[in-house]
């Protein structure tokens, strides 16, 4: 189910700031796309693949009704991660995604931004159903989607075919 075109939301919680993209959160992005972090989304990634990605996770805000948003804290204003809910030709279902940058683990902001987004596309942007994809190795990823409530689908259809899904709430498309 597409959404409808739309201008990236500001949303907010009590620590973080989940704002739109802008040109200068690139370096950072990119930087991270091309670490060892970036081996749970197929990476590490070469400047113009990662370019690529930071580019389709605006756009799909444009195209698609989601996107990605930045994490910013609100009190320091520093931007420590991103995260999304995707759509399009690489996603067979809507998908809640994550990334922190280095040094922001371990504080639950991945935890507090991926719930104020869930909150956002079953409320707001009503979608039935919201998946997230994991690598089988990124156990930091499968508790944080298990302490959001999610289950894994094994049943569900996936973007490759080593990737867990876990679905936060609702029943799969065609269901």
């Keep these: ?9 500001t949303l907010a919680t009590d620590r973080l700031r989940l704002r739109p993209m802008r040109a200068d ?16 989304m197929g990476g590490p ?23 990605a948003l930045m994490i910013e804290e609100r009190d320091s204003g520093r931007t420590v991660g991103q995260i999304a809910v995707n759509a399009g030709p690489l996603f067979p279902e809507h998908e809640l995604g994550w990334c922190l940058y280095d040094g922001a683990e371990g504080r639950g902001i991945a935890a507090e931004a991926a719930q104020r987004m869930l909150d956002w596309a079953r409320d707001t942007a009503d979608l039935p159903t919201l998946v997230s994809y994991i690598d089988a190795e990124n156990a930091a990823s499968r508790r944080l989607a298990e302490r959001l409530g999610a289950q894994q689908d094994p049943a569900a259809a996936r973007p490759g075919p080593d990737d867990l899904v876990y679905r936060h709430f609702g029943a799969p498309r065609g269901t």
């Design 45 to 67: 990634f070469a400047s113009a693949a990662a370019w690529g990605m930071f580019c389709a996770d605006h756009a799909q805000w444009d195209f698609l009704g989601c996107g």
């Design 25 to 40: 959160d690139w370096p950072a992005y990119a930087a991270l796309m091309a670490s060892a972090r970036a081996r749970y």
């Design 1 to 9: 189910m597409p959404l409808s075109p739309t201008a990236p939301p």
